[in-house]
């Protein structure tokens, strides 16, 4: 596909925080075939370098397997020369524009400004799959996915998704693939460090550092806060100015909280395309509060003191309840059910029995087959 430039990119992280990454893969695509790859694990910056057993089960790097690896810092000079001025790619480019973003500024690093595309939202905009996990979607695409978060096989994965369905719709530019099924890059603003004002992960993260630096003692899993599994708020899009009137989430404007099965930045987009609003925290338009950990009824009447809803946001829209604002909380399991067909994947665990990091990594043409 003459024009289909790009380069692909996957990042395996330390912990819940993105600024740490541990691993990196980029695939450089040329005229829809893979010309060349890069690949590095990494330790994660100082500071930010506790590696959680949540994170390792499913990717399989310790922080013994890096203890001599160099840092992000050291490598980001190679990593950006090789991307050069290409776009990016990722299944779910949210989330690896934002491993840039705060490992950048944790490292005290400029920004180059980086922009990328998402081969999920390119995935759902053309293939007709109960779920577009990279697995799946690449397995659409012909390409057999047998190392899933070993970061260059999951690079070259996503890779092998554009590439697929460039072919198939006959188009041959990047940004006219996406364009053509709307969808926008994620871009990162470029900066001299020390940026003037950080991301809201980073500025949370700094107030927690102890949590997340490998050279203090670790805390006992129990004390862990639900930031070691990090919910990123992602934008909250404009409601579709083509939807149904007459979906339930029609209208509605929606909160989230705890911990959903998707990424909530997915949610969020999910229901904007069904006419609904969303914010990143509880306000007097709010109707609905997504409780992603689950609750049962006798908890919203539960004594303030033993309320087991524990987050802001759930405390924020009790109060507002009992001041009469008509507002609903709602577990993951009927917020599910809401999206019906729309959910995009099945809920998955948390941990991986088939991720481990490789030894060596075996190159193969994105047009392989399984």
Same mark, same amino acid.
């Given at each position: ?17 993105? @600024? ?6 980029? =695939? ?6 893979? =010309? ?16 959680? *057993?949540?994170?390792?089960?499913? #990717? @399989? %790097? ?16 190679? %990593? ?16 690896? %524009? ?11 690093l400029d920004s180059p400004g980086l922009s990328c595309l998402c081969s999920v939202r390119l ?6 799959? *109960? ?29 092998? =998704? ?20 709307? %969808? ?5 603003? *470029? ?18 550092? #102890? ?5 203090? *003692? ?28 007459? #979906? ?15 990424? /909530? ?28 950990? @689950? ?19 759930? /405390? ?33 665990? =948390? ?18 087959? @399984?």
């Amino acid at each position: 596909m003459r024009g289909l430039n790009f380069t692909a990119v996957d990042f395996e992280t330390a912990n819940g925080f993105r @600024g740490s990454p541990c691993a990196i893969g980029l =695939v450089k695509v040329r005229d829809g075939e893979e =010309v060349d790859t890069y690949y590095s694990a990494m330790r994660p910056p100082e500071g930010f370098d506790r590696f959680d *057993p949540h994170n390792v089960a499913i #990717h @399989g %790097i310790t922080a013994e397997a890096v203890a001599q690896a160099p840092r992000f810092g050291e490598l980001f000079e190679d %990593i950006h020369g090789f991307i050069g001025e290409d776009m990016l790619v990722a299944h779910n480019a949210g989330f690896d %524009i934002e491993v840039f973003e705060a490992a950048l500024e944790v490292s005290g690093l400029d920004s180059p400004g980086l922009s990328c595309l998402c081969s999920v939202r390119l995935s759902r905009a053309n293939y007709q799959l *109960p779920s577009h996990a990279l697995p799946k979607a690449a397995a659409e695409a012909g390409y057999q996915l047998t190392q899933h978060h070993y970061a260059l096989d999951d690079a070259r994965a996503s890779a092998a =998704v554009v590439c697929d369905i460039a072919a198939r719709r006959n188009v041959g530019a990047t940004d006219r693939l996406f364009q053509e099924s709307g %969808i926008a890059p994620r871009t990162m603003e *470029p900066w001299q460090a020390p940026r003037t004002r950080e991301s809201r992960a980073t500025r949370q993260v700094r107030t927690m550092a #102890h949590l997340f630096d490998a050279r203090l *003692p670790a805390p006992q899993p129990r004390h862990m806060p639900d930031l070691m599994r990090w919910q990123d708020e992602g934008k909250n899009l404009p409601p579709s100015s083509v939807a149904d009137p007459a #979906h339930p989430l029609f209208a509605q404007q929606l909160a989230f909280t705890g911990n959903l099965s998707i990424p /909530r930045a997915e949610a969020k987009e999910l229901v904007a395309a069904l006419g609904a609003a969303t914010a990143s925290r509880v306000t007097a338009g709010t109707t609905l509060l997504v409780v992603g950990d @689950g609750f049962e009824p006798w908890e919203l009447s539960a004594p303030e003191e033993s309320f087991p809803l524990r987050s802001s946001k759930a /405390r924020e829209a009790l109060r507002r309840q009992r001041e009469g604002q008509p507002l609903r909380f709602i577990a993951e399991e009927e917020f599910r059910a809401l999206l019906g067909s729309r959910w995009p994947v099945s809920s998955p665990a =948390v941990t991986d029995p088939e991720a481990a990091q490789p030894a060596v990594e075996a190159s193969r043409p994105l047009s392989a087959r @399984g």
